[in-house]
DNA sequence: TCTAAGTCTATAATTATTCTAATATGAATA
DNA sequence: TATTCATATTAGAATAATTATAGACTTAGA
């Protein structure tokens, strides 16, 4: 925390612990639920706040792949990410990029660069062709997880 | 329109007229400012309601580069934005994707695939140099143009 | 023209995020 | 250790983008 420049408060640990224990790239209104158990005392806007300056910090990065609401990402790293449209899950992804921080492109100077994709994830496909296989015997039901909204936009 | 598979309405023509020569990537919000005056009696919600149509028909696209607010492009083409951080001005930029709708990765179907740059445009990035060399002299004034906020965020 | 389906408008509701002002805490100093 | 100052936290209100709702209005096709 330090080595960040900030000062270690309890609730800056807490909230970076729970994102080190969490790779599931939460929102801030879940990591305020995750970490209300252990820390009642806890307000919401202090998540902001600390979400804010462990990003600019650089200790996180935060996602802006869904217009809804931010993600967070314990892994500050610049990587790929993929959001599945039935389920709302989140993955890191393995891909190499051609951009780096610093590079210019037409005259613009890239201090960020971030990918997203859009899609069905792996195993929202498994389970949609089971479902069509189940429809021809029985009476289906949906597929589709409500973890989170269901119908996570793609842009 | 009819190609898009979508009725023509008065509303959505305009909409889209107002893409069609608008490639600053307007926000919904900018749209409706924007038609006001032609149309005075289009609702904001419209505004909306037709955005996610055309969208949808995959006549324009949605970009959640920034929290704040969608924009969107009349190009529906994936191709990469950049967003600068000190004017806010969202600019195309001409790069090669390697990834494209229906490939695979990592057993995920990716449908949509977008890159988002964060920076310094190339004219603030001549601004601020020019600033520097002002301040020797006389009084500097802002290089930041106020026309969106300030600080557009990288995530 | 008549009708059903789809669309638009205005307004209310929702939700993520930020602001504010008071309080509490951490770090530095005497 | 007591004091001080800057910074952090809290709770609740405020803001702003977006979505839902309900009724009026168009559009397309018979």
Redo the contacts between chains.
């Keep these: 925390m330090r080595k960040l420049g900030l000062v270690p408060t309890i609730q800056r640990l807490v909230v970076l612990e729970f994102l080190e224990n969490n790779h599931t790239h939460p929102t801030a209104e879940e990591v305020y639920q995750g970490v209300r158990n252990q820390f009642p005392s806890l307000a919401k806007a202090t998540v902001y706040n600390v979400l804010d300056a462990l990003?600019k910090a650089g200790g996180i990065?935060?996602?802006?792949?869904?217009?809804e609401a931010?993600r967070y990402d314990y892994n500050p790293d610049p990587h790929p990410h993929?959001l599945?449209?039935i389920c709302g899950n989140l993955?890191d992804?393995?891909?190499p990029c051609?951009?780096r921080p610093g590079d210019k492109?037409?005259?613009?100077?890239?201090?960020?660069?971030?990918?997203?994709?859009?899609?069905?994830?792996?195993q929202c496909?498994k389970q949609s062709s089971l479902d069509k296989n189940e429809s021809k015997t029985g009476p289906g039901r949906s597929s589709a997880s409500t973890k989170r909204r269901n119908d996570a936009?793609?842009?």
Excluded: N, W
């Design positions: 990003k990065q935060e996602l802006t792949i869904a217009r931010a993929f599945c449209r993955y992804v393995d891909l051609s951009i492109i037409g005259g613009h100077l890239v201090e960020v660069a971030q990918v997203y994709l859009y899609g069905i994830c792996a496909q936009g793609a842009p």
